[in-house]
């Protein structure tokens, strides 16, 4: 099994396909890319923002600079499984993730004021800025279904395909369960290419051949716009969606 990274920092392509263009991209990964260390699996995200959503706001007028703070765990867990805590910065195009791993209820407790495991690291004294400066609360649950790869000779280059993205802006807990309301169509796969360099010859070809070009997808910032908005305009500072 592969270790898990705390610190990241590459250039992130995303890609929307849909499932017959997608079977033809794995057919092409057969020999070039292997499963990672979760392999298929179902990933929840509690994302965190402030009361206004002035987190979120900002990152969808896309600026040079921004960040954001998510809980992230794979399936459903209980109060003692390991989940990461991320916070994830972009400025000019890279993207800079940092992520301390503990329990659920270690990560319930930081979250309600009062840090744990990690909380005197690097990483802890920079989810703590954010955390001050922000105050920040549980606003958004996302999940989906992930196929995640590696590449057999550049370990940097990671590829992941997502189905099936929901959401929720009540029971925010991922212990309470993933389902939500749909966020993307039953046939649309969301692929992102993460590398610490450039794309390989042969996905960019494969890109160009089917007609598909790199789009701005953002999972909380299309929440955002397409429900949690309208929701807000709707129900005059209520959120109504499920």
Same mark, same amino acid.
């Given at each position: 099994?592969?270790?898990?990274?705390? +610190? =990241?920092?590459?250039?992130?392509? #995303? $890609?929307?396909?849909?499932?017959?263009?997608?079977?033809?991209?794995?057919? *092409?990964? %057969?020999?070039?890319?292997?499963?990672?260390?979760?392999?298929?699996?179902?990933?929840?995200?509690?994302?965190?923002?402030?009361?206004?959503?002035?987190?979120?706001?900002?990152?969808?007028?896309?600026?040079?600079?921004?960040?954001?703070?998510?809980?992230?765990?794979?399936?459903?867990?209980?109060?003692?499984?390991? +989940? =990461?805590?991320?916070?994830?910065? #972009? $400025?000019?195009?890279?993207?800079?993730?940092?992520?301390?791993?503990?329990? *659920?209820? %270690?990560?319930?407790?930081?979250?309600?004021?009062?840090?744990?495991?990690?909380?005197?690291?690097?990483?802890?004294?920079?989810?703590?800025?954010?955390?001050?400066?922000?105050?920040?609360?549980?606003?958004?649950?996302?999940?989906?279904?992930?196929?995640?790869?590696?590449?057999?000779?550049?370990?940097?280059?990671?590829?992941?395909?997502?189905?099936?993205?929901?959401?929720?802006?009540?029971?925010?807990?991922?212990?309470?369960?993933?389902?939500?309301?749909?966020?993307?169509?039953?046939?649309?796969?969301?692929?992102?290419?993460?590398?610490?360099?450039?794309?390989?010859?042969?996905?960019?070809?494969?890109?160009?051949?089917?007609?598909?070009?790199?789009?701005?997808?953002?999972?909380?910032?299309?929440?955002?716009?397409?429900?949690?908005?309208?929701?807000?305009?709707?129900?005059?500072?209520?959120?109504?969606?499920?």
């Amino acid at each position: 099994m592969q270790d898990i990274t705390t +610190v =990241f920092k590459r250039y992130e392509e #995303k $890609y929307m396909l849909d499932r017959e263009q997608v079977g033809s991209l794995y057919r *092409l990964m %057969g020999d070039k890319m292997h499963p990672d260390a979760f392999g298929k699996s179902t990933i929840c995200n509690v994302y965190f923002d402030t009361d206004d959503y002035r987190i979120i706001r900002a990152s969808i007028e896309k600026p040079v600079y921004k960040e954001k703070l998510r809980l992230r765990c794979y399936g459903i867990p209980k109060a003692e499984d390991m +989940v =990461f805590l991320e916070l994830k910065k #972009k $400025y000019q195009g890279v993207v800079y993730k940092r992520r301390i791993e503990m329990t *659920l209820d %270690g990560a319930s407790d930081w979250m309600n004021g009062k840090p744990g495991t990690g909380a005197d690291s690097q990483i802890g004294r920079e989810i703590e800025y954010f955390m001050s400066f922000y105050r920040p609360v549980p606003k958004a649950f996302i999940a989906y279904e992930r196929e995640a790869f590696y590449d057999n000779i550049d370990p940097n280059l990671r590829l992941t395909v997502d189905s099936g993205i929901r959401m929720r802006t009540s029971r925010l807990s991922p212990a309470l369960g993933c389902d939500g309301t749909p966020v993307t169509g039953s046939d649309e796969r969301l692929v992102e290419i993460k590398t610490a360099g450039s794309i390989p010859l042969w996905l960019c070809r494969f890109f160009e051949q089917n007609g598909v070009r790199p789009v701005s997808f953002s999972k909380y910032g299309t929440c955002y716009t397409d429900y949690i908005f309208p929701n807000i305009q709707n129900a005059k500072g209520g959120i109504i969606c499920a």
